[in-house]
């Protein structure tokens, strides 16, 4: 699994507690940085995961404690750390709300577990912890995933059984799920999956020719999104989470 992570220097050089992004600015101008046994005095560059860093010679890492964070993602908001296209990211949404939260934000290199779509709302799980992350995004791991699905016409129960038992998307068979009704007007759909497939449940919907209208994620693993508001969000413990 590879992360993509974009954070430039400043940004890293004061989350390793070495001041205000200006004074780090001018460590980097005075050539006393290196990326990987490199000097860089360029301001925009970016520092990879695994790379080496060092200021006047010493290595500099982040802390390395580990922050588990719960978010009601709102729809229109992309789930990476860093849009090139300028759109407003998780990150941007954890930093607005609430405020008083921004100073930690700045001494935790956090990444989301996983995806949502653009337009998908709900739990997204956002942490500095690399082996929690692997854990739950592997396949082999199983954790289930439940969203409410609404699309744009009743879905007969022929076709819940249908998408229940696997459907073919991207040429490959999906593993067995489960689709329930919600509400009488079969429109509103309960997706229970372990895979995590790129737009898995649109694409599942989509071979019975059914749009999804809204798509709200509600559960992933042991946790739960329960009544946080959309934009909001809370700290977890780890063993909420698996
Ligand atoms: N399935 C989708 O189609 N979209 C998501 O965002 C998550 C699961």
Known sequence: MIYFFCMRVNKYLALCGLGSRRHVESLIIAGRVKLNGQIITNL??????????T??????????????????????????????????????????NPKQYQKLLQTVRLY????????????????????????????????????????????????LDTLSRGVSIDGVMTAPALFEYVKHDRTHIQVTIHEGR???????????????????????????????ALGDWQFVRKSQII
């Open 112 to 159: 989301p577990v996983g995806r949502l779509d653009y337009h998908t709302t709900g739990l997204l799980l956002l942490t500095n912890d690399g082996d929690l992350t692997k854990k739950l995004t592997h396949p082999s791991t199983h954790v289930d995933k439940v969203y409410l699905a609404t699309v744009d016409r009743p879905v007969t129960k022929q076709e």
């Open 44 to 53: 925009a560059t970016t520092i990879p995961t695994d790379a080496t860093v």
């Open 55 to 96: 200021v006047n010679g010493r290595p500099v890492t982040p802390p390395t404690d580990k922050v588990y964070i719960l978010l009601n993602k709102p729809d229109g908001v992309v789930s990476t750390t860093y849009d090139p296209q300028g759109r407003r990211t998780v990150l941007d949404v954890l930093r607005d």
């Open 198 to 228: 790129n737009r898995q449940v649109r694409k599942m919907f989509a071979t019975q020719d059914l749009n999804v209208v809204t798509l709200t994620r509600v559960q992933e693993g042991k946790l739960r999104l329960g009544n946080l």
